[in-house]
């Protein structure tokens, strides 16, 4: 059974750089399908955040783009986020998920998410 | 590129069906067949309850079920239950390595 678990900083001052790590259990992320991050500000909508493949290629939202980094260590079976120049608009709740091949266009499982809090 | 168009809220009767819409662009919605429907509880991740316009993963209930028309994406609840009071958020592949998600529909179960 695939479970996802996202683990990081809960509190970042705003210009601060956001790191968060999905550890898969159950499951290789070796395997044919993408990893991906979502975003979900408090009581509002989803935001799809970028999608990795285990190797190494990635694609990011047109709006997070200048700032997203994410990377895959397949001996760990982990995936991370970077986003940097945090601000207040960037607090949220941060899921990691499966993503389907080709375009990562549906995800399932999704961890339980991590709260981050951007505030000075 | 647009967020998808949901409406806020929802509501229904038990035993009752209840349609929500996603609206799109003929760029998303009317140009792939990508379209998700995911419902989430309060205080729970996300959960995919439709895949690709119409299918159902494993352990769905046939209660729910998706279509599309044009740029309109819709999901149908049928036989509303107390537990399918959440929240259903609509996705779509968005065409230039995009995804796109709508709002949300708030759905009460009266």
């Known amino acids: 059974q695939v479970q996802l678990e996202e683990s990081g900083p809960g509190l970042l001052k705003p210009s601060e750089t956001l790191s968060l790590t999905c550890t898969v259990s159950g499951f290789s992320i070796s395997s044919h399908y993408f990893w991906s991050w979502l975003r979900q500000p408090p009581g509002k909508g989803l935001e799809w955040i970028g999608s990795?493949?285990?190797?190494?290629?990635?694609y990011y939202s047109p709006s997070l783009k200048s700032r997203v980094t994410m990377s895959v260590d397949t001996s760990n079976n982990q995936f991370s986020l970077s986003l940097n120049s945090v601000t207040a608009a960037d607090t949220a709740i941060y899921y990691c998920a499966r993503s389907v091949v080709p375009v990562f266009h549906w995800s399932d499982p999704w961890g339980r998410g991590t709260l981050v809090t951007v505030s000075s | 590129q647009s967020a998808l168009t949901q409406p806020p809220s929802a509501s229904g009767s038990p035993g009752q069906s209840v349609t929500f819409s996603c609206t799109g662009t003929?760029?998303?919605?009317?140009?792939?067949?990508?379209v998700s429907w995911y419902q989430q509880h309060p205080g729970k991740a996300p959960k995919l309850i439709i895949y690709?316009?119409?299918k159902r993963p494993s352990g769905v209930p046939d209660r729910f079920s998706g279509s599309k028309s044009g740029n309109t994406a819709s999901l149908t609840v049928s036989g509303l239950q107390a537990e399918d009071e959440a929240d259903y958020y609509c996705?779509?592949?968005?065409?230039?390595?995009?995804?796109?998600f709508g709002g949300g529909t708030k759905l009460t179960v009266l």
């Open positions: 690709e316009v119409t």
């Open positions: 990795i493949y285990q190797s190494g290629t990635t």
């Open positions: 996705s779509s592949y968005g065409g230039s390595d995009n995804l796109i």
């Open positions: 003929n760029s998303d919605i009317g140009y792939y067949n990508y």
